[in-house]
Structures are given as structure tokens and as C-alpha cells.
């Protein structure tokens, strides 16, 4: 599989942002993180319409418009992070926006050989490396099919938030293609960026960040469990004792975990201490609780 960039811009907010919001302050927890551009995929199969010249350019007009329609709301993706002050400059500077070809593989056979072809899927998502906040690469393989990657830097964004931006943007595409976009319209996103004046540095633990593999020495693995399997571990692992079933992630997350300490101890010849943990969504669950709209890591 090869993938060739055919052409690479910046996508700008459709407005500009005003000034008294043109920088935004991180908060504690978003200092400590890495730098990391975050990668989603969409997979799109094609349809009788998907090859015509003329039906791609209205297809990556549509992803443009609508993605500088969204960055009016989330503005500081189109932003550059100040490394030094820790702080984002919301200048506007734009979103890259790249548009690539894939060539000797069918979007089917991709997704067939996924296990064996995993280690490509960062070619999907581009600007790994580069200086923008957010990064989109929209990917036409020559079947028809659609890969489209986008990249977000956790140093701003969770995946709660990414997720939230994404909503955003799809259902900016879908409403601007059917009647035309509307500010108030009640499917739009609106979120807000005030984590830092919740969040101060005086009230928190410190915090170190934790090691991560930041070169190209890892393995990547993708490991599949079917549904029906992970409910019979469910019942076999379920506890009449305990008030509640475990859940699905607690009872995969134990059996990784128990294979994981059985190499460490065949390896080592002892038990080791060891730790095993679950970023989760803190919005609901503090006191008062935040609105799903709130932006940044949390």
C-alpha cells in the first residue's frame, strides 16, 4: 500500500476569532501532557457515485467548509501551542488539511489485513510531527472508498473532547448540506474552555507524566474479543457476593492483566508489583458536575 499526498493547505475559521479570546491558558492537567497528536479513523465505502471526478471535489469542498464552519466553535484547533508559556495562541493560523491517494489496495482488502497492515494505519492520519494543534487527511482509495484521519494534540484535548469536536463537525457537514448552517441550530456543539480557572495549580498533587515509547522501537498489536466470549467471562468471573456483575472492560482488562503478570513472573521468576489503570471521563463526577461541553483534559 502506498499512499501519495496530493495536496496539503490550512483550514481556517470561516470567522475570525475575537480578540479578547484569542489566548487560551492550560490548565495544570493539561501541562503534563504529552505533545502526542492523538489519531482517529473513519472508514467510508464507496458507492456508485464515489469515483467521478466532480463528485470528490464537492466531497472535499464539503469536509473544508464544514470544518471552517466548526472552527468558529473550536477555535483554539486552529491555534499553535506555545511551548514555553503554556498557553495556546489562538491566532487562526488554520487546521491542516491534507488530500491523499492510496494506491495498490482496495479499501476491503485494508480492512481484511488489518492485523498484518496496522503498522501503515499512522500513514493515514497525517502531520504527526508537524507544529498544528489538529491535523485531517482525507485518503481516497482507488476502489472509491474514503479513509479520513484527524489528529488532535492531547496537550489540549482528551478523547472526550476530540469526540466532541468530531460530533461537531459531522453534524455541521450534514446540516449545511441539507439546509444551510444556522448558529442556534440545536444539534451544533458549543463548547466552552474554562477547565483553568476550575483547575488550579495550587489545589492539585503534583503530577509527573509517565513514561511513553516516543520513538518507532514499539510493537503494535491489535487484539479482537468477541461479545459472546466476554459475557460468558462475565458470568464465570461474577461474584454472588458482590452487589454488582463486573463489566465488560473490568472483566478483558483483568484477563489481559493475568496474562500480563504470568509472562512477568515466568520472565523474572517473581511477582512483581505492578499497576493497572483506566483513564476515564471526570466531567459527571465532580461537584458540581461540568457540562459534557467542556473542553481540555479532564
Given amino acids: 500500500m502506498e499512499v501519495q499526498i496530493q495536496c496539503t493547505k490550512l483550514?481556517?475559521?470561516?470567522?475570525?476569532?475575537?480578540?479578547?479570546?484569542?489566548?487560551?491558558?492550560?490548565?495544570?492537567?493539561?501541562?503534563?501532557?504529552?505533545?502526542?497528536?492523538?489519531?482517529?479513523?473513519?472508514?467510508?465505502?464507496?458507492?456508485?457515485?464515489?469515483?467521478?471526478t466532480d463528485e470528490i471535489e464537492r466531497r472535499i469542498?464539503?469536509?473544508?467548509?464544514?470544518?471552517?464552519?466548526?472552527?468558529?466553535?473550536?477555535?483554539?484547533?486552529?491555534?499553535?501551542?506555545?511551548?514555553?508559556?503554556?498557553?495556546v495562541d489562538c491566532?487562526?493560523?488554520?487546521?491542516?488539511?491534507?488530500?491523499?491517494?492510496?494506491?495498490?489496495?482496495?479499501?476491503?482488502?485494508?480492512?481484511?489485513r488489518r492485523d498484518e497492515m496496522i503498522d501503515q494505519l499512522s500513514h493515514l492520519a497525517g502531520g504527526r510531527f508537524t507544529s498544528s494543534i489538529?491535523?485531517?487527511?482525507?485518503?481516497?482509495?482507488?476502489?472509491?472508498?474514503?479513509?479520513?484521519?484527524?489528529?488532535?494534540?492531547?496537550?489540549?484535548?482528551?478523547?472526550?473532547?476530540?469526540?466532541?469536536?468530531?460530533?461537531?463537525?459531522?453534524s455541521t457537514a450534514?446540516?449545511?448540506r441539507q439546509?444551510?448552517?444556522?448558529?442556534?441550530h440545536e444539534a451544533l456543539v458549543w463548547p466552552t474552555f474554562g477547565l483553568t480557572s476550575l483547575l488550579q495549580a495550587n489545589d492539585l498533587p503534583e503530577m509527573k507524566r509517565t513514561p511513553v515509547i516516543e520513538n518507532d522501537n514499539?510493537?503494535?498489536?491489535?487484539?479482537?474479543?468477541?461479545?459472546?466470549?466476554?459475557?460468558?467471562?462475565r458470568a464465570i468471573s461474577h461474584d454472588p457476593s458482590f452487589p454488582r456483575q463486573p463489566s465488560r472492560v473490568e472483566v478483558v482488562t483483568a484477563l489481559i492483566w493475568r496474562a500480563r503478570m504470568g509472562v512477568s513472573r515466568a520472565k523474572h521468576g517473581r511477582l512483581r508489583t505492578s499497576l493497572a489503570?483506566?483513564?476515564?471521563?471526570?466531567?459527571?463526577?465532580?461537584?458540581p458536575p461540568l457540562p459534557p461541553s467542556s473542553c481540555g483534559n479532564l
Avoid at 475559521?13 to 479513523?41: E, G
Avoid at 469542498?61 to 511551548?83: D, M, Q, V, W
Avoid at 488554520?94 to 481484511?112: N, P, Q, T, Y
Avoid at 514499539?218 to 467471562?233: E, H, M, P, Q, Y
Fill in 277 to 287: 489503570a483506566h483513564n476515564i471521563n471526570l466531567r459527571p463526577r465532580i461537584v
Fill in 11 to 52: 483550514i481556517k475559521p470561516s470567522a475570525p476569532t475575537p480578540p479578547h479570546l484569542r489566548t487560551l491558558k492550560l490548565s495544570p492537567i493539561d501541562q503534563i501532557q504529552y505533545s502526542t497528536k492523538m489519531a482517529t479513523l473513519f472508514y467510508y465505502a464507496a458507492d456508485s457515485s464515489s469515483t467521478g
Fill in 218 to 233: 514499539g510493537v503494535t498489536k491489535r487484539v479482537v474479543f468477541d461479545g459472546a466470549k466476554i459475557s460468558a467471562l
Fill in 134 to 170: 489538529t491535523s485531517v487527511q482525507m485518503n481516497m482509495f482507488e476502489c472509491g472508498g474514503v479513509v479520513i484521519g484527524v489528529r488532535v494534540s492531547h496537550r489540549l484535548f482528551d478523547a472526550f473532547s476530540a469526540a466532541n469536536f468530531l460530533t461537531s463537525w459531522a
Fill in 61 to 87: 469542498n464539503r469536509l473544508e467548509t464544514s470544518l471552517s464552519e466548526t472552527l468558529i466553535r473550536f477555535y483554539p484547533l486552529a491555534g499553535r501551542h506555545i511551548k514555553d508559556g503554556n498557553w
Fill in 174 to 176: 450534514i446540516i449545511s
Fill in 179 to 184: 439546509a444551510g448552517i444556522d448558529d442556534d
Fill in 91 to 112: 491566532n487562526d493560523e488554520g487546521v491542516e488539511f491534507f488530500v491523499a491517494k492510496v494506491k495498490g489496495c482496495r479499501l476491503s482488502e485494508f480492512l481484511s
